[in-house]
């Protein structure tokens, strides 16, 4: 029992422990679905974002967002399973950092950052806005993110993680050779 | 959504946060290293997580107690741009 509470307030866990967490929720999500017969309950985090604009706008616009073909058939607006676990998910991050006691707010990410990008906090800013752009629009093109769908989709074989996956290490590896060139 | 669904949602969702964390998905240089090779704690993550999950999911299906989720559709154009676009975001920013 030590032991365990030792393992679990280590900084770093092994990525096959941490990854097995992941697979337990994930077969939980699925029991949770057939308990409530909602197929809406899933896993993913990308969607959330969609529906917590969605709910915004619906505030202000209710007629906009009735006609909107994408809040019809793609994505409910509001408060969907997704924006709950969402919230779950920053909670869980910082618990995970409180439990290890590193837990601390930062301003810049680690070292490598200011080895490839240099000390700047405005380039970090800017830049992680951009690439925030893109990876939720990529993730709104493609039907989900790394968890919504290269997971949850992968488990299932489903034909489009895998696509998802090819598209995104192609770009990914490019991008990295990019940025780091030489020392790639 | 019932108060039970969101009692449930925040507790699975703390899960998914807390192994990404441990895992240390939430520092850039992981996620970049992946693209280069140096460090596949990226896949080794994901890896086991299918193969855990795909192993509960089926066993329980196979039981009868679970229904098999709706798996995401497959739109080969709209799933290959996506994860392009998906790619450069994530491997220049590391989120």
């Given at each position: 029992?030590?032991?365990?509470?030792?393992?679990?307030?280590?900084?770093?866990?092994?990525p096959?422990?941490a990854?097995?967490?992941?697979?337990?929720?994930?077969?939980?999500?699925?029991?949770?679905?057939?308990?409530?017969?909602?197929?809406?309950?899933?896993?993913?985090?990308?969607?959330?974002?969609?529906?917590?604009?969605?709910?915004?706008?619906?505030?202000?616009?209710?007629?906009?967002?009735?006609?909107?073909?994408?809040?019809?058939?793609?994505?409910?607006?509001?408060?969907?399973?997704?924006?709950?676990?969402?919230?779950?998910?920053?909670?869980?991050g910082?618990?995970?950092?409180?439990?290890?006691?590193?837990?601390?707010?930062?301003?810049?990410?680690?070292?490598?950052?200011?080895?490839?990008?240099?000390?700047?906090?405005?380039?970090?800013?800017?830049?992680?806005?951009?690439?925030?752009?893109?990876?939720?629009?990529?993730?709104?093109?493609?039907?989900?993110?790394?968890?919504?769908?290269?997971?949850?989709?992968?488990?299932?074989?489903?034909?489009?993680?895998?696509?998802?996956?090819?598209?995104?290490?192609?770009?990914?590896?490019?991008?990295?050779?990019?940025?780091?060139?030489?020392?790639? | 959504?019932?108060?039970?669904?969101?009692?449930?949602?925040?507790?699975?969702?703390?899960?998914?946060?807390?192994a990404l964390q441990k895992a240390g998905l939430t520092q850039?240089?992981k996620i970049?290293?992946?693209?280069?090779?140096?460090?596949?704690a990226v896949?080794?993550f994901?890896?086991?997580?299918?193969?855990?999950?795909?192993?509960?999911?089926?066993?329980?299906?196979?039981?009868?107690?679970?229904?098999?989720?709706?798996?995401?559709?497959?739109?080969?154009?709209?799933?290959?741009?996506?994860?392009?676009?998906?790619?450069?975001?994530?491997?220049?920013?590391g989120?």
């Amino acid at each position: 029992m030590k032991q365990i509470i030792g393992y679990i307030r280590k900084d770093q866990w092994s990525p096959y422990v941490a990854g097995s967490l992941l697979g337990l929720v994930a077969v939980l999500i699925a029991v949770v679905s057939t308990v409530f017969r909602d197929p809406s309950i899933a896993l993913g985090a990308s969607g959330a974002f969609e529906s917590i604009l969605g709910g915004l706008t619906q505030l202000v616009s209710p007629d906009w967002i009735a006609k909107n073909l994408y809040f019809k058939a793609v994505r409910l607006p509001g408060l969907t399973w997704e924006v709950v676990m969402l919230f779950g998910i920053f909670v869980g991050g910082a618990l995970g950092a409180i439990s290890s006691r590193t837990w601390k707010l930062r301003w810049m990410p680690d070292k490598q950052w200011a080895e490839a990008f240099g000390q700047s906090r405005v380039t970090r800013w800017v830049l992680v806005f951009l690439g925030a752009i893109l990876l939720e629009y990529g993730a709104g093109m493609a039907g989900g993110c790394t968890s919504g769908l290269a997971i949850w989709g992968g488990l299932q074989l489903a034909p489009a993680a895998f696509v998802f996956m090819g598209g995104m290490f192609a770009t990914g590896i490019l991008t990295a050779l990019l940025v780091y060139r030489r020392r790639y | 959504m019932s108060v039970a669904q969101i009692i449930i949602a925040l507790v699975l969702g703390i899960g998914f946060g807390f192994a990404l964390q441990k895992a240390g998905l939430t520092q850039y240089h992981k996620i970049v290293n992946v693209f280069r090779f140096t460090d596949l704690a990226v896949l080794k993550f994901m890896m086991t997580a299918l193969i855990v999950a795909m192993a509960g999911l089926f066993s329980l299906n196979g039981l009868g107690l679970i229904d098999l989720p709706v798996p995401p559709q497959t739109h080969i154009v709209g799933n290959l741009l996506g994860g392009l676009v998906f790619g450069v975001g994530m491997s220049l920013v590391g989120i």
